[in-house]
């Protein structure tokens, strides 16, 4: 695949599954960000692939349950395969599967980083919990370092 629309984030999840939506609070938290595209989705793989098709470098930003604190932040680099300990999402098929079956249909972006934040509840119909919403600025800010470090300083995001 041949990356030539520059850095995108995608946050994953539900809203309305508490902190599921901890990956679309981020990418709005992200939005406006001069040279980099921000998009939000449930996390379903054709979706997900539609979406990064061109861009490099390419961070989803999701709930992942390791059984760390609330509000932990993991940081992943899924050019490896995901460790399968974790459950990465509460929605349909699980994002280590959905990033393999990218990586099986040769579909898969130059560079795929994962940040996730450890949720602390996931019920349907709440919203996100203080935890949450205290990681939000620190995920932010962890992916911008990101993309300062994986693109040359003329195409950086900040």
């Known amino acids: 695949m041949t990356a030539t629309k520059g ?19 981020v990418v709005a938290a992200l939005a406006g960000t001069p040279g980099l595209t921000t998009a ?15 861009h490099d470098p390419v961070i989803l930003v999701d709930a992942i349950v390791t059984g760390a604190a609330p509000g932990t932040l993991h940081r992943l680099d899924a050019r490896d395969p995901l460790p399968r300990g974790a459950r990465y999402s509460s929605h349909g098929i699980g994002l280590a599967e959905a990033v393999e079956l990218a990586r099986a249909l040769d579909a898969f972006p130059p560079t795929l980083i994962v940040h996730g934040i450890e949720p602390a509840h996931l019920e349907d119909g709440t919203g996100l919990s203080p935890q949450a919403i205290d990681a939000i600025p620190k995920s932010a800010r962890r992916i911008l370092d990101d993309l300062t470090l994986a693109m040359p300083p003329d195409r950086c995001a900040r």
């Open 7 to 25: 850095p995108l984030v995608i946050g994953i999840g539900n809203p309305w599954r508490g902190d599921d939506g901890v990956g679309h609070a």
């Open 40 to 54: 939000a989705c449930s996390g379903e793989p054709a979706e997900l692939m539609e979406l990064w098709q061109g």
